[in-house]
T-cell receptor
Framework: NAGVTQTPKFRVLKTGQSMTLLCAQD?????MYWYRQDPGMGLRLIHY???????AKGEVPDGYNVSRLKKQNFLLGLESAAPSQTSVYFC???????????????FGPGTRLTVL | LAKTTQPISMDSYEGQEVNITCSHN???????ITWYQQFPSQGPRFIIQ???TKVTNEVASLFIPADRKSSTLSLPRVSLSDTAVYYC????????????FGDGTTLTVKP
């Protein structure tokens, strides 16, 4: 089992460029999440999904879009990148909903994005 | 939303027991408490989860008082490799988007 994988690991963009981050999990989890982590800060939830074909906004959704066309994949898009989106992006998945039993989130290795 | 409060940082020495307390005054009846560990340049990793009283696994113990308004993560005999950021997460069991990680506690273990 690969667990949660993220592509790419590093990326440098210019302001206004677009890109898509791919997250894949092989644990058949229903729940998937995208977080961003700025230096010295905790994780902030961008968007999440409670199942294939569903997405919802988290704490800091502005400037991002997501799609969950397949259960195992969760895509995060930046349509017009801004320097404020320079961060490390983590994807995670879980069997059950946070706050319930067996809600352990499995995290990917992260994508380090720099927007110039 | 059960907001959590943790100390920003803690120092310890190798071989000591470390206790990190998290306050969650607004925890809901059905919410579980989960702790994660994060090393630099890595994603967080699950440590332990509990609902009430005490839970123990091979790496840590979690103590939760009867009122559940706080919880304490206990790491026995820490080593240098336990230097990391520790997060307490109290999920909103009714809404997956309402669970938030705070800024965590940076634990530094010294030789």
């Amino acid at each position: 089992n690969a667990g949660v994988t993220q592509t790419p690991k590093f990326r440098v963009l210019k302001t206004g460029q677009s890109m898509t981050l791919l997250c894949a999990q092989d644990m058949n989890h229903e729940y998937m999440y995208w977080y961003r982590q700025d230096p010295g800060m905790g994780l902030r939830l961008i968007h999440y999904s409670v199942g294939e074909g569903t997405t919802a906004k988290g704490e800091v959704p502005d400037g991002y879009n997501v799609s969950r066309l397949k259960k195992q994949n969760f895509l995060l898009g930046l349509e017009s990148a801004a320097p404020s989106q320079t961060s490390v992006y983590f994807c995670a998945s879980s069997y059950s909903q946070p706050g319930l039993a067996f809600d352990e989130q499995f995290f990917g290795p992260g994508t380090r994005l720099t927007v110039l | 939303l059960a907001k959590t409060t943790q100390p920003i940082s803690m120092d310890s020495y190798e071989g000591q027991e470390v206790n990190i307390t998290c306050s969650h005054n607004n925890i809901a009846t059905n919410d579980y408490i989960t702790w994660y560990q994060q090393f630099p340049s890595q994603g967080p990793r699950f440590i332990i989860q509990g609902y009430k009283t005490k839970v123990t696994n091979e790496v840590a113990s979690l103590f939760i008082p009867a009122d559940r308004k706080s919880s304490t993560l206990s790491l026995p005999r820490v080593s240098l490799s336990d230097t990391a950021v520790y997060y307490c997460l109290v999920g909103d069991g009714t809404n997956a988007g309402k669970s938030t990680f705070g800024d965590g506690t940076t634990l530094t273990v010294k030789p």
